[in-house]
């Protein structure tokens, strides 16, 4: 159960359609899946893998949408499945993975804060990162930013 | 005109005279309660010049040796005039108090004269019998002041009545043993005080301890002491503010310690085991009390289980029958009358102002109610024994008594108590005055003279009694219990330790010259003084300069002072959680160990307990019929 | 004027620190830290870190000042008593260093407290991150500025 | 009139503020002097002390808005007063200095609450809150440790020595008079009772003094300095300077109650400052080997183990032991 | 009615910024709440801007305590794009200088929380045997802190081998003092009752919330990436991981003072091993692909995922320091303590916030300068010296200027 290829066939059994798994190691799985089946596949994981943790998740900015990346690591093994799913532009949004696991609940917010994903579902969707005194369309890590752009609110300074 | 008559006559006459006007002219009302109070004051005060005790009989009904007679002493006269003192304070700032849209219901003044009269009567009575009835006509009044509260204060009137009427059944019960022992004894006017204060009763026999703990289970009612307490609290929630002022300063405080020191120091001359008992009910009122206060949210509450706290210094102070231990605990019925009828004036105002006594829902009051917080923090640090004001002294004075009367263990409690005292009043301070203010409170502002003079006045006394405590030591409570006044210039005899030996102490030792405690109020103060002065001076060299910032520090962000709050009423949740301790102030505070609820839990009394008047008066009847028939049969 | 010499005589024998660490990278904040312990000891000198700007004398920041901090380390130094100085400890705290051009930077240090006090004192401490030896002649500088 | 220049005098300058103050700086150098060595490390020169506090004087004093102001800037000057008055009163009864009397025991231990309680005060009126969880806090504690402290003060006032076929008793809340006894009968702390009564009332004023493990009402990791934290300037300087005349204080009243104040003979001196010192060591190797408690926790401690034993001294001090 | 007790941003509690909102019943926590954002600068998008050669040298200053880690995980993931074996001298080098940093960071731990719980012995002890280690880590790499030594496909420089009988010496010693010193702190009665039961993180929680390093492992949980996914030398050396199944701040403590035992050991049996050869494998083209780095950071697991597109520069670098995950866990070990339990059960997962916020430094859209590390020093060099001349004075020795 630790290996790529053989999770990669369970998958692929699990969820014959909106699935394409690429084993890229015996120790890392990428799997691209249809962003409906997300929440499925994130499940069906948690459940499969035991000592199975959502380590990170990665946002990418593309030209058709904003590519999320979740990446689950496994206890005791070197095991890595990334499950992919593209979040289409215009108004990207995803499914939250937060009610499934709370380790979601960070890195979610980071990626709406920072990519403009919007998460479906998060139980929290406050900012985490991003300066307050910046604006909610300042989006850093999208490819057609400019910092120049950037208007601040920084209000008063304290007075005296 | 008699002057012993007229402290009792005036605001009785006064009283009843309000009682025939009608409801419609309160100004007129209020006039006749101001002029009752204030001319039983200055009667009283006239008294003050009579050193030697004096008495006056008027009125003698034969067989029964029912006379009305009056008599007057150093303590008594005293007594009286801060009964008319108080009265007078409370009757101004009722005035004040209830406004137009929320007046006094029932008949409020005449009930407040009545009841000064009453105690007035109570004091000077030399009759016993005489006693039982002013007694039982300020029990009266009680319950109808307490009537005039709310409308859903019945029950806790009721609570009150049967509570304080087992008391003054007690009472009557007393008196008509000691009246009996007096004839068998074949004394002339055997019903008389000074009798009684010439052929003390001993307390060897059954009999005399029978008669020492009916005195003392009607003084522990009248005056709230555990287990007789909890009329006091309840009562509190609904009851208006100026009736609670009034209750320590003028009626149960007075009345009971008053009965309580002239029972153990003249009447009657209690064995060590009564003396143990007295302090005990004393030592564990302090504490029970004071714990319970502590976790009270509603400030009504948290200070009438003060008000019962404090009885317990009183008790203890009476009860080591030590000259100086009995002088402390008048003193401190004195000054706990003080400054508890400020703290309940102040809570009043805030009360008033604010709409509330939740001490969840107050807070940030100071720059509000400027004259009111400064009041209440000299009343607040008073009654937690801050030297150099009034309670120190006469909690130090307590102290004495208990190493004099050599029990460690009480006089621990009664140091440990003033603590707890502390803690609960910087928590009412916290929660009222300081920390943040509800938005919903901005505009409460303090208005009217009537409101504000009796709080001057009585935190103004507190630091009187405080710093000039040889004046009343000396010229008041020593000659009520025998002492001459010094002479002039030659210092406190009580607070230098001159007292012989503390005198009435336990004979054990010869006490060595040296083993004289001594306070000097005036030379402490006078030093406290001249160190802030001396701080001050170091300010000014060091060229202090103070700016003011809009907000507090914390951690750099912006607060928001509704939510970002840390209010009084979390200060002590660690007390409740402790284990063991916790589940005690829970059980407390659910009623369980309230002797009345206990009580009331039982079928018959259940059905006897109708809460009608005239029921209770009824079996008062039944009750003295069957006594007197008792009485003559013997 | 002898009461004033003495006082400042007194505030170069006690400074007391109150350390903010802005937005760098930690690295800073721990050799300020490592100035405390048994091989430095900056105690020597009278020198304490305090958990509050009240207590303070001299601010000292490590690391840029970031979009997020800006306000904050503004009102830390505002709530300080004077006088007071400012120390800036680190290459980004005196320059931005490597985040100069970064989005979410406000500014130097030094600017941002320029901002709210033209006529704040600063003293700059460079090196990625300084060793506690330059921290503690950074802080001799500072007595010595102070006069 | 006398009398009165006596007084000042003796709250001023010698055993009062000037003297304590002076006797407090150095115990209080002492203190992180040896604390330093513990953790190998130098320490702050002998004169940090007085120059915290210089500096301190001279600074700014800010007042938040929403804080009682004028409480705010009395209040440190009235726990300054305080303690020096506790510190004459204390001094004058060790070094037997005599002067008619302005209080005793009593009048000692509420004086000496004074600085706490203005200290609180001052947090809690300064509209902070942490100042105000300081404030519980400090409350708390005090409510902790006056419990045992009371009790193994009692001890020491209803000693009982047998002398012969005579039964001496202290009986008495006079401080001369407690020094009087114990140069009767020898001094208190020799006997198991005074011993434990000592021990415990030693740590009761561990914690009066605020130290680790009791520092929680000042805890600046947990809630930034806590009651502390508004106080800036000039104000701060003054409870600093309260703090040094208690350091010089406590002890003294320990040595007072328990060990038989100063001798008056040519040693006297020197071994009195040697009980002081002890008792200032003692201070530090506690503070330095412990970590801060919880206000749970000591609460529990004081009202727990410490009232037990605290406890014990007295039926040991009722059977004469 | 909710009473909310604020902890920072600028508490002494941390030396970093981050706000903690208490809400409080009394004393008692009931819910707490995270604001981040005072550090965060944002470092991915820089790295994107930078050469492959040059990210290594930007990713140390992410955060200063485990300056290597994020180093030599960056060189994790692009190795593991290129499917390329590291030749064995320089997984020894970053093997030693991993472990000198796990055991820096681990003193430096120790030490802080002894100051959090007001136990300045502590402190002072644990930083006075931190030092030592410092040495070594400046005469092994040159530097105290940041050793820029990491390079994809090996280490940029080699150790100087002259230094090691100096360094074994300093161990040796060492060895003997955090002896002492886990003595001292396991056996102090005061301390473990201060600390036990405190904080508790049950296994189950430290799965949900993915909680990694001596956090998870004082829960029960055998993660440490050293074992899971072995890299540099540790399949050739013997150790072992240290778990503990309590999970309240002592366990904490316990698994980090016994993991330093560990570290010294380890750094020995490396320095004895080293192999001989090259150091580096040469120069390289990173082809398109991505690639998942772990590594086991003196905090817990340290994730980049680093995305090329056949350029020199990567497209995409994603770091996840182990503090970004082990902070949320707080919700679940914190609520129902006391305010100063939870001040300690922060301080006990040795947050980063560094770590956690990074820096986003865009890329230079007006063309200026790009700075280097050694552009730093001089910089930082240039204006010691110029404010020493305003001031009017020699400059100090203490400044090492060149």
Redesign the interface.
């Known amino acids: 159960m630790n290996d790529a290829t053989e999770i990669g066939k369970r998958l692929g059994r699990r969820f014959p359609e909106g699935i394409e798994c690429a084993p890229h190691s015996p120790r890392r799985l990428y799997a691209r899946v249809d962003p409906r089946l997300l929440l499925d596949v994130a499940r069906w994981l948690l459940e499969q893998i035991p000592g199975l943790r959502l380590a990170t998740s990665t946002g990418i900015d593309l030209r058709d949408g904003v590519d999320v990346l979740h990446h689950f690591a496994v206890n005791g093994s070197p095991l890595v499945i990334t499950i992919k799913a593209l979040a289409a532009k215009p108004g990207p949004r995803l499914p939250s993975l937060a009610a499934l696991t709370p380790a979601a609940d960070w890195i979610e917010r980071e990626i709406s804060e920072l990519l403009g994903v919007a998460f479906d579902g998060h139980p929290d969707p406050r900012r985490l990162l ?5 604006g909610d369309q ?1 989006l ?1 890590l999208r490819r057609d ?1 400019d ?1 120049r752009t ?1 208007k ?1 609110t ?2 008063e ?4 | 005109m008699e002057p012993l008559l007229l402290p009792v006559l005036i605001p009785g006459v006064t009283g009843l005279l309000a009682l025939a006007l009608p409801g419609r002219l309160r100004r007129l009302q209020q006039a006749l309660g101001l002029l009752g109070t204030l001319g039983a004051l200055v009667a009283a005060a006239a008294l003050l010049d009579v050193r030697a005790a004096f008495f006056r009989e008027w009125l003698r009904l034969g067989p029964l040796n029912l006379d009305f007679a009056l008599r007057a002493d150093g303590f008594s006269s005293w007594a009286v005039a801060f009964v008319g003192l108080m009265g007078f304070l409370v009757v101004l700032y009722s005035v004040g108090w209830f406004r137009a849209a929320e007046r006094e219901r029932g008949p409020y003044y005449p009930c407040l004269l009545l009841a000064t009269a009453g105690a007035a009567g109570a004091v000077l009575a030399d009759n016993l019998l005489l006693l039982v009835l002013f007694w039982e006509l300020v029990s009266l009044t009680l319950f109808l002041l307490a009537a005039t509260g709310r409308a859903s204060g019945a029950p806790a009137a009721a609570k009150a009545f049967v509570i304080v009427g087992c008391g003054d059944m007690a009472l009557l019960l007393a008196v008509v043993l000691c009246g009996v022992l007096h004839a068998d004894a074949g004394l002339e006017r055997p019903l008389a005080a000074s009798t009684l204060a010439a052929h003390p009763i001993g307390t060897g026999d059954g009999l005399g301890m029978l008669v020492f703990l009916l005195f003392l289970a009607a003084a522990a009612a009248k005056a709230g002491a555990i287990p007789l307490h909890s009329w006091i609290p309840t009562l509190a929630r609904e009851t208006q503010p100026p009736v609670m002022a009034f209750l320590p300063g003028a009626l149960d405080k007075v009345l009971g310690i008053y009965l309580m020191a002239r029972v153990s120091l003249e009447w009657l001359s209690p064995s060590h085991a009564l003396r143990f008992v007295t302090m005990l009910i004393g030592s564990v009122t302090i504490l029970a009390a004071v714990f319970m206060a502590m976790q009270q949210h509603d400030l009504r509450r948290l200070l009438a289980f003060h008000a019962v706290s404090q009885v317990g210094y009183m008790l203890l102070g009476i009860g080591t029958g030590s000259l100086v231990g009995v002088m402390g605990g008048i003193f401190h019925m004195l000054n706990n009358a003080i400054y508890k009828a400020c703290l309940f004036l102040c809570a009043g105002v805030v009360e008033r102002e604010a709409g509330t006594m939740e001490l969840d829902r107050l807070g940030g009051l100071h720059r509000n109610l400027p004259v009111t917080f400064g009041c209440m923090l000299v009343a607040a640090l008073s009654i937690s024994g801050v030297p150099p004001l009034n309670g120190f002294v006469s909690k130090w004075m307590v102290y004495q008594g208990c190493v004099v009367a050599g029990q460690p263990m009480f006089l621990i409690v009664a140091l440990f108590g003033s603590v707890l005292t502390l803690a609960s009043f910087v928590k009412v301070l916290h929660s009222v005055f300081w920390g943040a203010r509800p938005r919903a409170l901005a505009a409460v502002n303090e208005r009217g003279l009537a409101l504000r003079v009796p709080l001057l006045v009585l935190a103004a006394l507190c630091v009187v009694f405080g710093v000039f405590a040889t004046v009343p030591l000396d010229q008041a409570i020593g000659p009520a219990v025998g002492l001459e006044p010094p002479a002039t210039g030659a210092g406190s005899v009580v607070l230098e330790g001159r007292l012989a030996a503390w005198a009435a102490a336990p004979a054990e030792r010869a006490a060595p010259a040296a083993s004289f405690a001594v306070f000097q109020p005036l030379s402490a103060t006078a030093l406290l003084a001249l160190g802030v002065l001396v701080g001050l001076l170091l300010a000014y ?3 202090m ?1 103070v ?1 003011t ?1 809009r907000s507090v ?1 914390i ?4 607060i928001d002072p509704e939510v970002n709050r840390f209010p009084g009423t979390e200060f002590y949740r660690t007390v409740g959680e402790l284990p063991g301790l916790g589940r005690v102030l829970a059980q407390g505070e659910k009623g369980t160990f309230d002797l009345y609820q206990v009580l009331e839990r039982l079928p018959l009394l259940r059905r006897l307990h109708t809460g009608w008047l005239t029921d209770y008066l009824f079996w008062c009847f039944l009750g003295l019929t069957v006594l007197l028939g008792v009485f003559f049969w013997t | 004027m002898a ?2 010499t ?3 005589r ?2 170069k ?2 400074p007391w620190v ?17 100035c ?4 430095f ?1 900056v ?2 000198f ?1 020198v304490r ?7 303070a ?1 001299v601010l000292l920041l490590s ?2 000042i ?11 130094y ?2 300080m ?3 007071k100085v400012v120390l800036l400890v680190g ?1 980004c705290a ?2 931005m ?10 500014g130097p240090a030094d600017q941002v407290i320029l ?2 006090d033209r006529n704040a004192r600063l003293v ?8 506690p ?2 921290i ?2 950074g802080v001799v ?1 500072l007595l ?2 102070l006069a | 009139m006398g009398h009165v220049i006596e007084h000042m005098f003796l709250f001023l300058v010698f055993p009062g503020l000037l003297f304590t103050a002076a006797v407090g700086f150095l115990l209080q150098w002492g203190d ?1 002097r040896l604390a ?1 060595m513990l ?7 002998p ?2 002390p007085v ?2 506090v ?2 301190l ?6 007042v938040p808005e929403q804080a009682w102001r004028r409480g705010f800037l009395a209040l440190p000057f009235v726990a300054l007063s305080a303690a020096a008055l506790a510190a004459t009163l204390i001094w004058s009864a060790a070094l037997q200095i005599d002067v008619a009397p302005v209080g005793d025991l009593i009048v000692v231990l509420y004086v000496l609450a004074i600085p706490a309680l203005a200290v609180m005060l001052g947090a809690a009126c300064s509209g902070n809150p942490l100042g105000a969880v300081g404030a519980s806090r400090e409350m708390k504690l005090i409510l902790a440790y006056e419990l045992p402290f009371v009790i193994a003060i009692v001890v020491a006032v209803f000693q009982r020595r047998t002398l012969g076929e005579e039964v001496v008793s202290a009986s008495t809340l006079s401080l001369s008079g407690l020094v009087e006894f114990q140069k009767e009968v020898g001094a208190i702390i020799a006997r198991p009772s005074g011993l434990l009564a000592f021990i415990v009332a030693l740590l009761c004023c561990h914690a009066k003094l605020g130290l680790v493990p009791f520092d929680m009402a000042e805890a ?2 947990e809630i ?2 806590g009651a ?6 000039a104000l ?1 300087g003054l409870l600093r300077l309260t703090r040094a005349l208690l350091t010089a204080a406590l002890p003294v009243l320990l040595v007072t109650v328990f060990w038989g104040g100063m001798e008056q003979s040519a040693g006297g001196g020197a071994v009195f400052l040697l009980k002081v010192l002890l008792i200032v060591v003692i201070h530090v190797l506690i503070r330095s080997t412990s970590p801060r408690v919880r206000i749970d926790q000591a609460m529990r401690f004081f009202w727990g183990p410490a009232t037990l034993l605290a406890l014990i001294a007295l039926l040991l001090a009722g059977s004469g032991a | 009615m909710a009473h909310v007790i604020r902890i920072g ?4 509690l ?4 981050a706000s903690f909102l208490l809400t409080v019943e009394g004393e008692r926590v009931i819910d707490i709440d995270v604001q981040l ?6 470092l991915e998008r ?1 790295a994107e801007q930078r050469t492959y050669d040059m990210v290594p040298l ?1 990713l140390e ?5 485990c ?1 290597a880690t994020h180093s030599i995980n960056f060189c994790h993931a692009v190795e593991d794009i290129l499917g390329l074996a590291v030749p064995p001298r320089a997984r020894y080098i970053r093997t030693i200088v991993g472990e000198l940093e796990r055991i820096h960071s681990h003193l ?1 731990w120790v ?2 929380a002894g100051h959090f719980i007001g136990y300045e012995t502590v ?2 002890w644990a ?2 045997y ?2 030592p280690v410092l040495d070594m880590y400046e005469q092994l790499t040159g530097h ?3 050793s820029a030594l990491p390079q994809v496909g090996g280490v940029r420089r080699d150790l100087p081998e002259q230094a090691f009988p100096e360094v074994r010496r300093t161990l040796d010693a060492l060895d003997g003092q955090v002896e002492m010193l886990t003595g001292a702190v396991l056996d102090d009665p005061v301390l473990a009752a201060r600390l036990s039961g405190v904080g508790v993180l049950t296994a189950e929680q430290a799965l949900a919330y993915g909680v990694v390093g001596p956090t998870a492992r004082a829960s029960g949980l055998a993660t440490d990436v050293r074992a899971d996914e072995p890299y540099a030398a540790y399949p050739e050396l013997d150790w072992k991981v240290i778990t503990r199944s309590e999970g309240d701040v002592f366990a904490k403590a316990v698994v980090r003072l016994l993991e330093l035992k560990e570290s010294i050991g380890l750094v020995r049996q490396a320095m004895e091993k080293l192999p001989p050869g090259p150091i580096n494998a040469g120069p390289l083209h990173v082809p398109r692909g991505e690639g998942i780095g772990r590594y086991e950071a003196p905090r817990g697991e340290d994730v980049h995922y680093v995305r090329s597109n056949g350029t020199n520069m990567p497209e995409r670098v994603k770091v996840r320091a182990p503090s970004y995950v082990n902070i949320p866990s707080f919700r679940a070990s914190c609520i129902g303590q006391t305010i100063s339990d939870v001040t300690l059960t922060l301080a006990a997962c040795d947050p ?3 770590c956690t916020e990074r ?4 890329r ?3 063309g ?1 300068s790009e ?1 280097t ?1 050694s552009d ?2 001089r ?3 240039e ?2 010296l110029r ?1 020493a001349r305003e ?1 009017g ?1 020699k400059p ?1 020795l ?2 090492e200027i060149g």
């Open positions: 991003k300066a307050r005194t910046l300042v850093p930013f910092p950037i601040e920084t209000g300074p304290p007075a005296r | 060299f060091g060229r300069k700016r910032v520090f951690g750099g962000e912006p | 009461i004033s003495l006082l400042l007194a505030l024998k006690s109150f350390h903010v660490g802005t937005s760098g990278c930690n690295n800073c904040d721990i050799e300020i830290a490592d405390m312990t048994p091989r000891d105690e020597r009278g870190l305090v958990g509050s700007p009240r207590h004398d690391g840029p970031s979009r997020g901090c800006r306000r904050a380390v503004q009102e830390a505002l709530q008593p004077a006088p290459t005196c320059s260093g490597i985040y100069r051009d970064a989005y979410s930077v406000a901002e709210v700059y401490v460079p090196g990625c991150p300084p060793k030896e330059t503690i002649a500088k010595e500025a | 992180r330093a953790q190998w490390r130098v320490g702050p020169p004169a940090q120059w915290d210089a500096k004087l001279g600074k700014e004093v800010i600046e990791c930034g300095e502390h934290i508004e106080f800036s300037g701060l | 941003p600028y508490h002494p941390q030396e970093e910024p954002g005072y550090i965060h600068k944002g820089l930007l200053r992410i955060c200063g305590i300056s430096l030490g802080l402190f002072m930083w006075k931190r030092e105290r802190q940041n980063c916030y560094s820096m986003a430094v865009v230079d859209a007006g200026g700075i590390f730093l020093v910089l930082g060099r204006k010691t404010i001031l004075r100090d203490d400044l």
